[in-house]
């Protein structure tokens, strides 16, 4: 039986993953507009590549945090996650 902790951590590891997945064909989509555009959008997949394995970062450090001290982490993973998914439908809705 997986812990609390654990259940939340897979939890978020598969929406990361899927946020990633949709970064990729945000990536693709991308390369079909012009140069200048294109710079513009590599630049934001840039970022968006950043905060990206800035939770990763995050839900590796509750990850590895003491059964009684991940759950004062999961605020941050969640506000991290949040302007990730934030920062992504804003790109999403430039294209």
Do not use: C, G
């Amino acid at each position: 039986m997986m812990s609390k902790r654990d259940e939340y951590a897979a939890r978020m590891k598969q929406q990361i993953d899927e946020l990633n997945e949709d970064i990729d064909k945000l990536e693709r989509k991308a390369k079909n507009v012009s140069d200048a555009t294109e710079k513009k959008y590599d630049e934001q997949i840039v970022k968006l590549r950043r905060e990206v394995k800035q939770v990763r970062e995050k839900l590796d450090e509750l990850r590895s945090a003491s059964e009684s001290a991940w759950e004062s982490m999961v605020d941050e993973v969640e506000n991290v996650a949040k302007a990730l998914k934030q920062s992504f439908n804003y790109f999403k809705s430039q294209l």
